[in-house]
């Protein structure tokens, strides 16, 4: 799916923000602007993780004045392997264009056995991460986390959990699950979607038995009721009353990261204005309310730094996805 969406008026942004409990930018602000535009491409397609991360940027960054207007293109499928090539082919060398991609882009590269990774990219900044959830419709019959964990021992083709694309985070925590049970992930009935908005659909229309996401996509429908949140993946408690699957008894613990990226081919000082337009905004105070509005936890990391974490994370998501059999 492809999916243009033009920048927000200044007046309607003017609103937004005061919605978002975010303070309006001033004159002098404004004079600090570092982009007269910018052009985020979104692999994947409206309503989910990356986009809402491009999105958030975009408030912070034009309420502070640190940039003018911004381009949005959606282009999903296959967890980013779709609209990377794309990004990667067309954005060479600008030094006004960033793609948004993260763990699940990482895993979905080796699963799909794509020639284009973000080896291809200029890796500028971590920026978040959260834990993920695993919830099951409200009206659910499975109660609790032991209760799927049974369901998944006892019959996992039968036990369709929804989540994003073949070989991201997702697919690797119930690959773990089902690991940790004795069964295989191959034996899992993963239903893989291009974005958090249509796992949503399938979840609230009980066409599938569970989900796994990243918390924020979530957050609300579990808030709402309308969905039942079961355990979550991170090292300490995230949602109230919702355990973690190592309180569980089962020794998972993962987080879902995102980062921005600059096309191949950028100029070292296009790459370093970059860096600093992105710890600048990790520093801003709109910044910090927006991450614990949205239930992400700050995880900066910028430049070489985050480059070389890149290669750490490539290299244990590989062995993590051969253990678990997905490659």
Sequence with gaps: MLARRQLLSTAAL???????????????????????????????????????????????????G?????????????????????????????????????????????????????????PLARMTTEPSVIVVPANSDIK???????????NPGATSVAGGSAGGIDHIILGLMLKSQGRSA???????????GPAQAAILGAQVKAGISGISEFA???????????????????LEGVPTLKESGIDIVMGNWRGIFGPPGMKPADKEKMVKFLTDLDAAPGWREMCERQGWDRAFLAGD???????????????????????
Aim: glycine share 16%; net charge positive.
């Design 220 to 238: 609300e429908q579990v808030k709402a009721g309308r969905m039942r949140a079961l355990a979550t993946t991170g090292d300490k408690t995230s």
């Design 186 to 196: 191959k034996d899992a009935s993963y239903v893989a979607f291009a974005g958090g």
């Design 66 to 122: 640190m940039v003018g207007t911004f381009q949005f293109e959606n282009v999903g499928g296959a967890g980013g392997t779709v609209g990377l090539p794309r990004f990667v082919a067309q954005r060479r060398g600008r030094g006004d264009a960033i793609i948004v991609g993260g763990a699940i882009m990482v895993g979905a590269v080796l699963a799909n056995r794509s020639p284009i990774g973000l080896k291809d990219t200029t």
């Design 144 to 154: 609790d986390i032991k209760g799927l964990l049974a369901a998944l021992k006892d």
């Design 14 to 64: 003017a609103t937004a923000g005061v919605a978002l409990g975010l303070p309006l930018f001033s004159s002098a602000a404004r004079a600090q602007e570092m982009f007269s535009s910018l052009n985020v491409f979104i692999p994947a397609g409206p309503g989910g993780g990356w986009d809402g991360l491009g999105r958030a940027i975009e408030q912070v960054a034009r309420q502070a």
């Design 305 to 327: 730094a985050f480059a070389n974490f890149l290669k750490e994370d490539e290299a244990a998501t590989a062995t993590v996805l051969k253990e678990v059999g997905l490659v």
